[in-house]
């Protein structure tokens, strides 16, 4: 069975887009650490992010810094961190965080419940920053 992230990459489950190609996509986390707060994934469906190849993980931090870029365009920030967690969807993927300070990037810290209308804001933003 497809995983959920899967589903989001093929449009079956709707999320909001920040960038897309034929081999990865991003999309906003729906519980963010802070606004902007972004999932790069590959389309291949593989659990473990470091059982990649090496071609297709270069190929995709390439594509995460792309994101990146664009995050830092559109959300104030000190500059936009990353990590890799994979312990809730075994779908491989990056996580894209704007950072002011080191706490915004604690997975402990209590998530925001932003409305509909501000994540698609902020979607929208990032894809129209977005630059391959
Ligand atoms: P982890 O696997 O520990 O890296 O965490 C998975 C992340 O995916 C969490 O931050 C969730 O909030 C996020 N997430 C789970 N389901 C969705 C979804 N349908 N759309 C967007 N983000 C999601």
Redesign the pocket.
Known sequence: MAS??SK?ASGE?P??CCAADDEFYA???????VKG?T?VIPRREVDYLFDLSDDELARLQVFAAHVARAIRQVIPCVKVGQ????????HA?I?LIPLQSERDML?SNP?LQLPADEMQRIADDIRAAFRP
Do not use: T
């Open positions: 959920i992230f989001i489950i999320s909001y999309f906003l986390d729906i519980n963010p650490l707060h999932l990590a890799v967690l994979g312990l809730e969807v075994p993927h996580h997975f998530k």
